[in-house]
């Protein structure tokens, strides 16, 4: 499935900024692209840069880069459920609750990598096992319909966003 054949009732405006950023792709195949290309990254961040905040009172890189991996966590726990049809909605979380929990400050970078990609290759796996019509099925998520495949597109936009993030105001130097 490709972006361009979402529907904007598919996913609440709060995520059109990460599947924009994706521009016309094919969802496996961006899935896939990224668990090459990510962990290559990651690998480049230096060791000492990962309790590095730009400003006082923003995440850490270790933090940011949990927090990118806690929320594909949720987001393919959502599409787990609304494909197997389970009409009962599901609530947000609350990312900032996550963080400060996530023990990023006694991680390395080795860890951060091993762990991207075990979930990863779980999201890979379970979008490989749907058929396309199971991408369409919709669900609730935080008072919002989302469909089965704007989460997978989601996840590998939210990751885009973060790393340029990590980037621009984080690893410049």
């Not at 599947?19 to 961040?45: C, H």
């Not at 590998?156 to 993030?165: E, V, W």
Request: hydrophobic share 35%; glycine share 4%.
């Amino acid at each position: 499935m490709k972006t361009s054949e979402l529907k904007d009732h598919e996913y609440n405006p709060f995520y059109k900024t990460y599947v924009e950023a994706l521009g016309e792709v094919d969802l496996m195949e961006t899935l896939k692209r990224q668990i090459k290309n990510y962990p290559q990254f990651l690998a480049s961040i230096p060791e000492d840069k990962l309790n590095y905040q730009y400003a006082e009172g923003k995440w850490t890189v270790a933090e940011v880069l949990l927090h990118v991996l806690d929320t594909e966590r949720v987001f393919q726990y959502r599409a787990l459920r609304f494909a197997r049809k389970d009409k009962t909605p599901l609530p947000g979380f609350d990312q900032d609750l996550y963080v400060p929990q996530s023990g990023a400050s006694n991680r390395n970078i080795e860890s951060i990598i091993e762990e991207y990609k075990a979930i990863r290759q779980s999201t890979i796996t379970l979008y490989e096992s749907f058929e396309e019509g199971i991408l369409k099925r919709k669900g609730v998520a935080s008072n919002s319909n989302m469909s089965v495949a704007a989460l997978g597109f989601i996840i590998c936009g939210h990751q885009k966003h973060h790393r340029n993030i990590l980037r621009e105001r984080y690893l410049k130097d």
